[in-house]
């Protein structure tokens, strides 16, 4: 079984490193001795709570990605008790410890433009309250952010977007970095109709009242995109998902979907899907809530599994209400440390709606694990969202069973 980071923590001698590799870790962690965290594309992540916790002196994190995944962002995910070095840490939460850095940050976690004129340039204005000095990072053509560069205090930013054609998306990802980076998803879609936005006021930030009270900005959640506008399915580029993104399903599939595994697999080996309806306690919901060969429907159709082809059919609008979160796995029949995940090559997750591939998520990284979470698809404030997850089990099923609730013996 897979070591926890708080294992690798513990056998890591006082000033030594850590390192983590690629993937998800669950916190929280607690760092009680001096020494470095190093993560490579890794993610640290707990629901609610402080994901990081350090209560020693000389420690450093570097190279992570700390979020928090459900609850309110105002909670501080990161808490230092003694000063901490800090490197290439993405943050998705408040901290505490760092001094100006704790304030909270009134940036919006997304900007959508909507529909906008295409091959025209279009400006937008943002008002930003930053605690810190700050930066922002964007790296798509036709997209920028005057000026780059945050004082700390209320800054006012014009947005450029420009030559985008109608047959385009607009879909990019803009990282604001002091000590730490915090991600912002751009999204709007370029329309021959579309009103040219000129000096348009998207987002305004709150006021501060005084120097001791710290910013409130407008409700966020950790989900990773919020539906803003809904786009026409065939006008939304293919989303290619790393690991440990979360997405609102809606603004890509609308109501139904349906998912497909590929992969490169070695002659006699079998894979086969087990899909998890889970109540609000991550628990099966008795045995019709797994599908699979062996019960290809769940009581209401909301999922169908096909042994002809492997598909997996969602339907949201057959949804019973009990229904808050769908766990997507693919286990190797008889598999053993002969028959392994290694061995496969590229498992790709593929969504698709209206006859159309909307997502795909490639897991990479996988080794002696026999049985995978891929996917897990969840309600959250009345929205589905989609995990791209790619979690392994090398004890097969049965822990993965058990760990639903589902009593499974070998």
Aim: glycine share 10%; aromatic share 8%; charged share 20%.
């Amino acid at each position: 079984m897979a070591e926890t980071i708080n294992e690798i923590i513990s056998r890591t001698p006082a000033g030594g490193t850590a390192v983590l590799p690629s993937g998800e870790f669950e916190g929280p962690v607690h760092i009680t001795k001096p020494l470095r965290l190093v993560g490579s594309n890794t993610t640290v992540w707990a629901k609610r709570g402080s994901v990081i916790e350090i209560s020693c002196a000389g420690a450093s994190i570097e190279g992570l990605r700390v979020e928090l995944t459900e609850g309110d962002l105002s909670e501080a995910a990161i808490v230092a008790h003694k000063p901490v070095s800090v490197k290439d840490v993405e943050l998705l939460g408040q901290c505490r410890g760092f001094g100006s850095e704790d304030s909270m940050f009134d940036f919006p976690r997304t900007l959508n433009f909507g529909s906008f004129a295409a091959e025209q340039t279009n400006t937008y204005i943002i008002k930003v309250l930053v605690p810190t000095d700050a930066e922002i990072i964007c790296n798509t053509n036709g997209l920028s952010f005057l000026p780059s560069k945050l004082t700390a205090g209320m800054n006012e930013v014009t947005v450029t977007v420009s030559g985008f054609s109608a047959m385009n998306y607009l879909y990019s990802e803009v990282l604001v970095k002091s000590v730490f980076t915090r991600r912002v998803y751009v999204s709007g879609r370029p329309s021959a109709d579309g009103e040219q936005a000129n000096g348009k006021l998207l987002y305004e930030a709150a006021e501060r009242t005084t120097e001791s009270t710290p910013v409130q900005p407008a409700a966020q959640t950790a989900d990773v995109i919020s539906v803003m506008t809904t786009a026409p399915l065939e006008e939304l580029p293919v989303l290619d998902m790393r690991k440990g993104q979360r997405i609102s399903l809606y603004q890509y599939v609308g109501t139904k979907c349906e998912i497909r595994f590929s992969a490169g697999i070695p002659a006699g080996m079998e894979i086969d899907p087990y899909i998890f309806l889970l109540g609000s306690d991550e628990k099966s919901l008795g045995e019709r809530g797994l599908v699979f060969f062996g019960n290809e429907s769940s009581v209401n159709g909301e999922v169908v599994y096909d042994p002809s082809d492997g598909r997996i059919g969602i339907d949201f609008a057959k949804m019973d209400s009990s229904v808050q979160r769908i766990a997507i796995a693919y286990s190797i029949y008889d598999g053993n440390a002969a028959k392994s995940f290694s061995k496969v090559i590229s498992p790709k997750m593929t969504i698709s709606a209206s006859g159309a591939e909307r997502m795909t998520y490639t897991m990479y990284g996988l080794s002696d694990e026999v049985t995978v979470v891929a996917m897990e698809i969840y309600l959250y404030k009345g929205e589905w969202k989609v995990s791209a997850v790619g979690r392994g089990y090398r004890d097969g099923l049965v822990k993965l069973c058990n760990n639903y609730g589902i009593e499974v013996t070998d």
